[in-house]
């Protein structure tokens, strides 16, 4: 009858000795549903009905089993495990998607709950009397079967639990990242090795999009504190909050939102290290490239620059060199390829567009200069940064 | 406190049911499972049989005194 049944409707049957032994199982996965019948209470339940009736038998996380126990042979016999309903793998993945679980994990659990066989009670019942006909040779009414359930998850508490570990997760991770801002480090493994994914966490809320955007928002806040603890001028801090919450209100879609965290909390980081770089400079010349960082997004005229000091151009040219070591054109072209590299590995925009927005002017020069800075082409660094987050997630 | 090879796993949830506090396990691929959930009990499971989750995972309980619930299922390091 077991192979009948697991060829008819992949139904496993398990059977156990009287003194508790697992003697023998038809189904898939026989090691990790063993445990589950032990954890969900199902065997336990199943010994204390010796009534010479069969059960269907439902566990916390509704999975449900078949048990009838043979007087005769003094052995129990169960079949499943199987659902009642069709649960689909998204609805899996968004029970998992609160939870801090690798990508490997999340497959081991849906490869074990998505190989579970779904079918309607009526069948079940159907099952569980020719369980009983095949021990006892007797019919049984399936009107008579009825559901046990062996106790039940609490959703409430589930969720609890869930937002508890997130809120820990996520006050570990802003601690973190907002001490790398103020020290103007950043140690990408160290956020990886307690399991951030770069995401932001979402606590249940009914609209996605508003929450992830709040959340958002009160970390930039956060971030422009960290960043003017650490000495960055209140006209930069409050610039870059500002630009970022708007960018945050105009996101369309939730997976901008990881986007735009990527790329702001780069700036802000940028800032401080900057901002340690600068130490020992001159007043005039820490202004000069405070007025670079701030506007490296325009056409920067060098009449312009001069006007933010009041020294003619060839003072503060000469100036510039002799205190940073290098020419004034060359610290634009490194702000604005360090901002071509940000926005290659946290945005989705076309090259070209970047090129234009960073006044390269033409796509081959930003390509031949971009190359000569950074040893390869843009296309080959955004390809780059793809493979290595591919990596990391396998 | 590391977690030991090859363990029973029924034994080991039953052991975890009966601690006081939380208890949470920490893969070294940055899983973090709190045992007390009953989901993740059996996510655990599920994922107990992959090649990488048990080697290396750390278990820590909120409460120090559930470590000698679990002393049987985990050794220092």
New interface residues.
């Given amino acids: 009858m077991a192979g009948q049944i697991h060829a008819a409707a992949d139904l496993g049957a398990w059977c156990y000795g009287a003194n508790g032994m697992f003697f023998h199982s038809t189904a898939d996965h026989q090691e990790q549903l063993r445990v589950f019948l032990q954890i969900g209470n199902v065997l336990q339940a199943a010994w204390q009905d010796r009534d010479q009736n069969p059960h269907i038998l439902e566990d916390p996380m509704e999975i449900h089993w078949i048990s009838e126990w043979c007087t005769d042979k003094g052995l129990l016999i169960l079949l499943g495990p199987f659902l009642l309903k069709n649960v689909t793998t998204e609805a899996l993945m968004n029970r998992l998607g609160r939870m801090s679980l690798s990508l490997q994990t999340k497959r081991q659990y849906l490869g074990v709950m998505e190989s579970i066989p779904v079918m309607s009670y009526e069948q079940a019942a159907q099952y569980a009397a020719l369980l009983h006909f095949t021990l006892y040779d007797d019919e049984y009414e399936r009107d008579r079967i009825l559901l046990e359930r062996t106790g039940t998850a609490d959703e409430e508490e589930e969720t609890q639990q869930t937002v508890k570990n997130d809120y820990a997760r996520m006050a570990e991770m802003e601690a973190v990242m907002l001490d790398d801002l103020k020290s103007g480090t950043f140690d990408t493994e160290e956020l990886r090795a307690k399991g951030y994914q770069g995401e932001l966490q979402h606590f249940g809320l009914s609209d996605d999009l508003r929450e992830a955007k709040d959340n958002l928002i009160i970390f930039c806040a956060l971030c422009a504190r960290a960043v003017l603890e650490a000495g960055v001028s209140l006209q930069t801090a409050k610039l870059l909050e500002n630009r970022y919450i708007c960018r945050i209100e105009r996101a369309e879609q939730t997976a901008d939102i990881g986007e735009i965290m990527r790329a702001m909390y780069g700036e802000f980081l940028d800032h401080v290290k900057v901002l340690q770089e600068d130490s020992g400079l001159s007043q005039e010349v820490r202004r000069v490239r405070e007025y670079i960082r701030h506007h490296y997004m325009e056409p920067l005229e060098l009449s312009q620059l001069t006007k933010q000091v009041g020294y003619s151009e060839y003072y503060l040219t000469r100036k510039f060199a002799r205190e940073t070591g290098e020419k004034l054109s060359d610290y634009i072209l490194e702000i604005r390829i360090s901002a071509a590299k940000r926005q290659l590995l946290t945005t989705q925009k076309d090259i070209q567009r970047i090129s234009e927005e960073l006044q390269f002017g033409s796509r081959s020069y930003f390509d031949r200069v971009f190359r000569n800075k950074v040893g390869m082409t843009p296309a080959q660094y955004r390809q780059r940064g793809i493979d290595r987050e591919t990596q990391a997630e396998h | 406190m590391k977690l030991k090879q090859n363990i029973d796993?029924?034994k080991f949830?039953?052991c975890v049911k009966k601690c006081r506090a939380?208890v949470?396990y920490?893969?070294t691929?940055?899983?973090?499972?709190?045992l007390?959930?009953?989901?993740?009990?059996?996510?655990f499971?599920?994922?107990?049989?992959?090649s990488?989750?048990l080697a290396g995972g750390r278990v820590d309980c909120e409460d120090e005194k559930d470590y000698a619930v679990l002393a049987d299922f985990v050794e220092e390091g």
């Fill in positions: 796993m029924a949830i039953a939380d949470y920490h893969s691929e940055g899983d973090s499972l709190n007390k959930s009953t989901l993740s009990q059996y996510i499971t599920a994922a107990a049989a992959g990488n989750f």
